[in-house]
């Protein structure tokens, strides 16, 4: 059930306007950011005043981090509205970029200044400097008497689990992955626990320079844990407000990242019984009968832990919804489309329900996840049960050669949708069962965004995935019979993309030219190679 007046304030009353924009190159903030007190919005002064206004303030950074914004003033569903999916895909090779909307990432031919990984970073650091405004107001709050610990407690969780998804997700894109050093002692990303909300605090910010990745999966581990801490299991959004199972299901991908096999179960556990259907006794999840249903009914079903909503009112508009850029039908753009190369994979059996969720046209196939092409209420999914199942099978296999309990977690999955599952006389070593396992996630999150961090986590051993970004088909040279369903192979001349390899500096973003220029630390340590 939804919480209408959580949602229809969140819509007329984005956070607040701080005194200063959270990123440092103040000439460049956009209107949205630095406008103070109009009629819909609360300053920072007034937002903490009340109980009411508080819930506002908390309301809004949810908002920040759906629907940011863009040049111009636009809104694309920066970071999380839609751009994390789009431009998660589009660094991958399972989705194909159509038209020259998404090429500079597809392509990998951004830089310092490309739109698309800027206003990634910016809209980012949006989220984490409203995030910290609220710890910051609500800390006041309590102290001041106007509402309880546990309910502050609660408000702070909520803003530090959207603080911990922001920053990973700046880790996934702009640092390399955890194992790329034996102790992950390489650069990561500033992570920004104080708000930039005074001239003292902007010139504090002007000299912070990036943690090291083990220190920044080690600050998003602490703020998901006080988040798991204080979070209800259950409220009236379930799926679009942050729960203790959000922050559990979000633990469990942070540290398969982190090659934490022994964390991994630790928390999925948390969050599985049984050993061949499975449920969650926290929050209540579980897989859905159809694959289809996540995403047909996705304010309301079993399993998305967490979702950013959109609605016909509140969404990332013509030029960035999900149901714009990846549905063909009646009034879709179509411009990102289903690859071949997935398609045609001979681990996608021809029989798959989940290649129901697709719309056929006469140039390509494209996926129906997000349908509302019309309205643009699609909403966003950021973890579903099926991860949380698939990330703790990962972790077992690993562990565990010929894991009996790995294989059931796949087969979970797998089984809802085709009759062709696994079994330990299929899968002959450990190697054959990760390997299932990732393949089995390239189909069930296909068009949600999370093929680059699987790419990016498993890069640098290059084992089960591309040692570096693959090889992509090019729009130019797809034909429509190059769809050939599980056929394992696809035409060469349609491969013209070509792959790069991982100690290639396009392997990751760069630090944009607005941080480079206002921050002298952070011009020093620049991704090298931009």
Request: aromatic share 8%; with cysteine; proline share 5%.
């Amino acid at each position: 059930m939804k919480n209408r007046s959580f949602i229809k304030n969140r819509l007329k009353l984005a956070l607040l306007a701080p005194a200063v924009c959270f990123s440092l190159m103040l000439t460049s903030c956009d209107k949205e950011v630095m406008e103070l007190e109009p009629y819909d919005r609360l300053t920072e002064e007034s937002a903490f005043t009340t109980p009411e206004r508080i819930e506002l303030t908390v309301a809004g950074v949810y908002d920040a981090a759906q629907s940011g914004f863009y040049a111009g003033g636009a809104v694309r569903g920066y970071p999380f509205g839609a751009a994390h999916i789009e431009q998660g895909d589009n660094r991958g090779e399972d989705m194909l970029n159509l038209e020259a909307f998404y090429a500079i990432t597809y392509e990998a031919t951004y830089n310092a200044a490309s739109a698309n990984n800027v206003y990634h970073f910016e809209t980012l650091y949006a989220v984490v400097n409203k995030a910290n405004i609220v710890i910051e107001g609500v800390e006041k709050a309590v102290a001041d008497g106007l509402i309880t610990a546990e309910v502050g407690n609660a408000y702070i969780a909520e803003a530090r689990f959207l603080r911990a998804l922001s920053h990973h997700e700046l880790l996934v894109h702009f640092a390399r992955p955890y194992n790329h050093t034996a102790d992950a002692s390489h650069l990561g990303v500033p992570y920004r626990t104080l708000p930039v909300n005074t001239p003292a605090r902007v010139e504090e910010a002007r000299q912070q320079g990036r943690d090291t990745v083990k220190e920044g999966y080690a600050k998003v581990l602490e703020d998901l844990n006080y988040a798991e801490q204080n979070l209800p299991e259950t409220r009236a959004k379930q799926i679009s407000r942050a729960t203790k199972g959000a922050a559990i299901a979000l633990k469990t991908r942070v540290k398969l990242h982190m090659r934490d096999w022994a964390g991994v179960i630790e928390e999925g556990n948390k969050l599985i019984s049984g050993t061949e259907e499975f449920t969650s006794p926290i929050g209540g999840y579980e897989l859905t009968a159809s694959p289809e249903e996540p995403f047909a009914n996705n304010g309301a079903n079993s399993e998305s832990i967490f979702s950013f909503e959109n609605s016909a009112n509140d969404n990332a508009s013509v030029n960035g919804s999900l149901g714009q850029m990846y549905n063909a039908n009646t009034g879709g753009r179509a411009l990102v489309a289903i690859s071949p190369i997935i398609w045609n994979a001979a681990f996608w059996p021809e029989e798959d329900e989940r290649r129901d969720i697709t719309v056929s046209t006469a140039r390509a196939i494209y996926t129906n996840k997000y349908r509302d092409a019309a309205t643009q209420s699609d909403w966003s999914p950021i973890v579903r049960y099926a991860e949380v199942l698939l990330n703790v099978a990962e972790a077992e296999a690993r562990l565990n050669p010929l894991s009996v309990r790995a294989l059931a977690l796949l087969n979970a999955v797998r089984g809802r949708s085709t009759d062709q599952l696994y079994s330990l006389t299929t899968l002959l070593s450990q190697d054959d069962l990760i390997q299932a396992i990732i393949n089995e996630r390239r189909i069930e999150f296909l068009a949600e965004g999370l093929r680059w961090k699987d790419i990016h986590r498993l890069a640098k051993e290059g084992e089960f995935g591309p040692a570096g970004i693959p090889a992509k088909v090019a729009s130019a040279n797809l034909k429509r019979d190059d769809y050939q369903a599980a056929s394992g192979t696809v035409r060469a001349d349609a491969i013209k993309v070509p792959a790069i390899p991982y100690e290639d500096f396009r392997f990751i973003w760069p630090i944009p030219i607005s941080e480079i220029n206002a921050n002298p630390v952070l011009a020093a340590q620049q991704n090298p190679g931009y």
